[in-house]
T-cell receptor
Framework: DAKTTQPTSMDCAEGRAANLPCNHS???????VYWYRQIHSQGPQYIIH???NNETNEMASLIITEDRKSSTLILPHATLRDTAVYYC?????????????FGKGTLLTVNP | GAVVSQHPSWVICKSGTSVKIECRSL??????MFWYRQFPKQSLMLMAT?????????EQGVEKDKFLINHASLTLSTLTVTSAHPEDSSFYIC????????????FGSGTRLTVV
């Protein structure tokens, strides 16, 4: 699976949009971009994933660049409960690629 | 939605004893489950992939004789930490692959193991 690079930490004001970048310059054509988050001492929680097109759900939006070498997770109106470590993961679509490999992630701190 | 139950949520054991952690998929059948370990302030590290009815596949550097994995049914996988030592103290998390979920993965809430 392609490697991802994320900033170590970011801050965001409550109520503002949080934009979390991820670089995955070695991504291949059949690899998806997944985002998970982990609130302290809990299991990871799925947020969103995509292949080429931008995606939106009730939690967030995922913007993938046209060359697919980077993406941005957008939390439109961050709340204090969104403080967590956010993981960007690139994963293939079959076989041994079913496993998720976590990088170091970005610690997002939402401030009042 | 898909739920993975992990038990116990925390456990304290003495050095040299063994500890078993259970991971159950409550409302779906999981042919594949994954076990992760997470040390403080670090990311999740995949330990092994557990397939129902067959031997687990361990990641490089993970001792299969120390971390015994059993996946005897489609809803239960267990991880046994044998002859535990203080350095095995960690947060252990399981994940089950649910083919009906769009993202495919559901994680348990984790087990905090402390070896004293």
């Amino acid at each position: 699976d392609a490697k991802t690079t994320q900033p170590t930490s970011m801050d965001c004001a409550e109520g503002r949009a949080a934009n979390l970048p991820c670089n995955h310059s070695t991504i291949s054509g059949n690899e998806y971009v997944y985002w998970y988050r982990q609130i302290h001492s809990q299991g990871p929680q799925y947020i969103i994933h995509g292949l080429k097109n931008n995606e939106t759900n009730e939690m967030a939006s995922l913007i993938i660049t046209e060359d697919r070498k980077s993406s941005t997770l957008i939390l439109p109106h961050a709340t204090l409960r969104d403080t967590a470590v956010y993981y960007c993961i690139v994963r293939g679509s079959g076989g041994s690629n079913y496993k998720l490999t976590f990088g170091k992630g970005t610690l997002l701190t939402v401030n009042p | 939605g898909a739920v993975v139950s992990q038990h116990p949520s925390w456990v304290i054991c003495k050095s040299g004893t063994s500890v078993k952690i259970e991971c159950r998929s409550l409302d779906f059948q999981a042919t594949t489950m994954f076990w992760y370990r997470q040390f403080p302030k670090q990311s999740l590290m995949l330990m092994a992939t557990s397939n129902e009815g067959s031997k687990a596949t361990y990641e490089q550097g993970v001792e299969k004789d120390k971390f015994l994995i059993n996946h005897a049914s489609l809803t239960l996988s267990t991880l046994t930490v044998t002859s535990a030592h203080p350095e095995d103290s960690s947060f252990y998390i399981c994940s089950a692959r649910d083919p009906d979920r769009r993202d495919g993965y559901t994680f348990g809430s984790g087990t905090r193991l402390t070896v004293v």
